[in-house]
């Protein structure tokens, strides 16, 4: 225990020097996101207006792409900027450490499980800081705007999103599970490309990532995380959509799945030719 909270104290410092221009570079991003909504911001009814909620903010960030199905095909530039920017600032600190400080660490006698959960400790802690960020800034740029905090998702995301009037649940839903879940996502997806980074390399890990993303831009498939990211996929916004719920039973899956197999590989591997 004493050799975790060591690693884990030194990932905690080290770590945030080495992501902090990352989690400005992403709020800057998600700001820059929800102010092309405002605009769109008020979902029109009759004879009234809606002000837009602090999830709606939050499902336009991870509104994604519709089904293809849905309508026409349109690339969704700014989920895969944020989805991919939340990624990368998590794939290079750890493999850096095992080039240094960890590995030395480790050559001394150091518990290789206590480096891998440290690691674990730190990349699920950097994804629910850049998430609490984004939403943050969703926070303030609801309020900022009159709009409603509370977890009801409308229309008005999709709309803001282009989806077609047929596909957007006619009243508003409960967006608590759909929100939640998209953190339960990243943190999932993040452990998934540890794994592969240090079994492989981080480019590799990256690339595992990426190619999800895309994946998920085509295929609406319920085993497949990165969907569960995507407002335009899941209810409470669209019909007949993914049930968020599920998406976290997926997501926990993954994250268990990640951390034993991971450290399975890591405890039996040979540390010093990663050094190549």
Not at 18 to 25: D, E, G, K, L, S
Not at 67 to 87: N, S, T
Not at 145 to 153: K, L, N, Q, R, Y
Not at 225 to 239: D, F, Q, T
Request: hydrophobic share 60%.
């Amino acid at each position: 225990m004493r050799t975790f909270l060591t690693m884990l104290r030194l990932d905690l410092y080290e770590g945030v020097r080495a992501t902090a221009r990352w989690w400005a570079i992403a709020l800057a991003f998600a700001l820059l996101v929800l102010l092309t909504f405002v605009p769109l911001a008020r979902l029109y009814g009759a004879g009234a207006y809606l002000p837009a909620s602090w999830a709606d903010y939050v499902a336009f960030l991870f509104m994604g792409s519709r089904r293809i199905a849905d309508g026409p095909f349109r690339l969704p530039v700014a989920w895969l900027g944020l989805v991919m920017v939340a990624l990368f600032l998590v794939l290079w600190y750890p493999y850096r450490d095992l080039m240094g400080a960890g590995q030395r660490l480790l050559v001394q006698g150091g518990s290789r499980w206590a480096w891998w959960v440290s690691k674990v400790a730190w990349v699920t802690l950097s994804v629910a800081v850049f998430w609490l960020l984004t939403a943050a800034a969703a926070l303030a740029v609801c309020i900022a705007t009159g709009g409603d905090v509370s977890f009801e998702i409308g229309q008005a995301p999709g709309i803001a999103a282009n989806l077609e009037p047929s596909v957007l649940s006619p009243v508003p839903g409960d967006g608590a599970a759909f929100v939640a879940g998209t953190l339960l996502a990243l943190v999932a997806l993040a452990l998934l490309q540890l794994t592969v980074s240090l079994a492989v390399s981080p480019l590799c890990g990256y690339g595992v990532s990426v190619s999800l993303f895309v994946c998920a831009v085509f295929i609406d498939a319920p085993w497949l995380v990165p969907v569960y990211l995507m407002g335009a996929r899941c209810e409470p916004a669209v019909v007949d959509g993914l049930d968020p719920a599920a998406g976290m039973a997926v997501s926990l899956a993954v994250c268990v799945a990640s951390v034993l197999v991971g450290g399975r590989i890591f405890s039996t591997m040979n540390i010093l030719p990663k050094e190549r």
